[in-house]
């Protein structure tokens, strides 16, 4: 499978943004996704993910109560709303899909079986 993210910048702080994830060449409706970042300098973390059907979702502390990740199965593709972003919000972002269609926790990279070549957000205060 092939991932094209996109709606990554450079935005103020406060603002929102939409990254968007499009899986190709295969199905992505049976298997969880989700979204994690690399700040500068720091490793790979947990962000969002999101159960094959919707119906289960995880959030690192960092982003919680200001983000969601909406699925379209139909589209092949998952979003990342971020609201109110901060400068520590400035990472690499990568899509990603799961082994797995959920999980009784939030997934680690060690989980994920695709990865997207990520998109760069840069907030600035």
């Known amino acids: 499978v092939q991932l094209a993210e996109s709606g990554g910048g450079f935005v103020q702080a406060w603002a929102s943004l939409r990254l968007s994830c499009t899986g190709s060449?295969?199905?992505?409706?049976?298997?969880?996704m989700g979204w994690f970042r690399q700040p500068p300098g720091k490793e790979r973390e947990f962000v969002a993910s999101?159960?094959?059907?919707?119906?289960?979702?995880y959030y690192a502390d960092p982003v919680k109560g200001r983000s969601t990740i909406p699925r379209d199965n139909a589209k092949n593709t998952v979003y990342l709303q971020m609201n109110n972003l901060k400068s520590e919000d400035t990472a690499v972002y990568y899509c990603?899909?799961?082994?797995?269609?959920?999980?009784?926790?939030?997934?680690?990279?060690?989980?994920?079986?695709?990865w997207g070549q990520g998109t760069q957000v840069t907030v600035s205060s």
């Open positions: 990603s899909v799961d082994s797995f269609a959920y999980r009784q926790e939030e997934p680690v990279t060690t989980d994920i079986r695709s």
């Open positions: 060449g295969r199905t992505l409706s049976m298997y969880a």
């Open positions: 999101i159960s094959w059907g919707g119906g289960r979702t």
